[in-house]
């Protein structure tokens, strides 16, 4: 006896259709909310530089056995430029819930308008009701 393979289902829409769609929510309901993300993505990869080069400028200035002072510096300087990336990325995380909760709800706004007006005949179709189920389950 034969077993059937599972026929994997094709997304109507790619990543990048979805991406655009939610930037364009964005950009029409909370336009703060890309700037802030932008932000958030410049300070990630700052502290990820940051972090990438303490060790190598730090171990530099030892083997090249620099003075004590230099030394110090070159600990401080990487110090606060650490303390201020990741202060202002939680700066920009705690702004960033704002904006994203009014995306999010201005998403369920819209699945509960479409539900609102679908045709009463939609209401009892399966299909409908598992695809309602299904975009609950990944709005919340």
């Known amino acids: 006896m034969a077993i059937a393979k599972p026929t994997k289902e094709k997304p109507q829409y790619n990543l ?10 964005a950009w029409k309901e909370q336009k703060s909310v890309l700037a802030v993300c932008l932000c ?35 600990i401080t300087l990487f110090t606060a430029t650490l303390l201020i990336l990741r202060a202002l990325q939680a700066y920009t995380n705690a702004n960033t819930r704002c904006g994203r909760f009014a995306i999010r709800f201005c ?20 299909d409908f009701i598992k695809k309602l189920e299904s975009s609950r389950t990944k709005v919340s």
Do not use: C, R
């Open 16 to 25: 990048w259709q979805i991406s655009a769609y939610m930037i364009s929510l």
């Open 40 to 74: 958030t993505a410049v300070l990630a990869v700052a502290l990820n530089l940051a972090e990438l080069f303490i060790a190598p400028a730090i171990l530099s200035k030892v083997e090249l056995a620099s003075p004590l002072s230099e030394l110090l510096i070159t």
């Open 107 to 126: 998403v369920a706004s819209m699945m509960h308008d479409k539900l609102a007006t679908t045709s009463y005949s939609n209401t009892g179709n399966a």
